[in-house]
T-cell receptor, first 113, second 112 residues
Framework: NAGVMQNPRHLVRRRGQEARLRCSPMKGHSHVYWYRQLPEEGLKFMVYLQKENIIDESGMPKERFSAEFPKEGPSILRIQQVVRGDSAAYFC???????????FGQGTRLTVV | QQQVKQSPQSLIVQKGGIPIINCAYENTAFDYFPWYQQFPGKGPALLIAIRPDVSEKKEGRFTISFNKSAKQFSLHIMDSQPGDSATYFCAARSGNTGKLIFGQGTTLQVKP
């Protein structure tokens, strides 16, 4: 049973470009969470999704950020018009239920130049 | 009230020592408290977790102590090894909200 798969592992974007981060949850997991980790800091919750639904987006910046988890395919975190402050590690986690253990992927390290 | 405060920020121990990492919370609705271990360049890996109906849980060399009245919990690593050198995060979650609130992390170095 493969773990949570995130790609790409590293992503470099110029200011103003779009970044798309993908997350394939573990088999049997229908709950997906995105977290952001700035250098030397803890993980901050961004958004919680189930298939085709956003359950909680209280941690998402109001502008430029969006997330989806379609019926088929991976969950996508999309950042439009990236700025230097978006440089961080973005982690996806999945679980079979909202009160179950969450397992994390290896992360995508976004660098905005 | 959603914060989880973790200390110390960094910790250095000799091999065989027992590092202790502490976390405190305010939200009494939290009912699940996991600890994650993270190596550089990797994602956090679940180490051990506890629910507030027990005061202690052991898994191998890792022990969580939980004090519900004080709203504090801690991680103890017995017989620490250089391979335990990593960053450790405590976290908390309430009910079926799904989202984890993380502490700031503790960087542990175990010297040979």
């Amino acid at each position: 049973n493969a773990g949570v798969m995130q790609n790409p592992r590293h992503l470099v974007r110029r200011r103003g470009q779009e970044a798309r981060l993908r997350c394939s949850p573990m088999k049997g997991h229908s709950h997906v969470y995105w977290y952001r980790q700035l250098p030397e800091e803890g993980l901050k919750f961004m958004v919680y999704l189930q298939k085709e639904n956003i359950i909680d987006e209280s941690g998402m910046p109001k502008e430029r950020f969006s997330a989806e988890f379609p019926k088929e395919g991976p969950s996508i975190l999309r950042i439009q018009q990236v700025v230097r402050g978006d440089s961080a590690a973005y982690f996806c986690a999945s679980s079979p239920g909202s009160d179950s253990e969450a397992f994390f992927g290896q992360g995508t390290r976004l660098t905005v130049v | 009230q959603q914060q989880v405060k973790q200390s110390p920020q960094s910790l250095i121990v000799q091999k065989g020592g027992i590092p202790i990492i502490n976390c405190a919370y305010e939200n009494t609705a939290f009912d699940y408290f996991p600890w994650y271990q993270q190596f550089p360049g990797k994602g956090p890996a679940l180490l051990i977790a506890i629910r507030p109906d027990v005061s202690e849980k052991k898994e191998g060399r890792f022990t969580i102590s939980f004090n519900k009245s004080a709203k504090q919990f801690s991680l103890h690593i017995m017989d620490s090894q250089p391979g335990d050198s990593a960053t450790y995060f405590c976290a908390a979650r309430s009910g079926n909200t799904g989202k984890l609130i993380f502490g700031q992390g503790t960087t542990l170095q175990v010297k040979p």
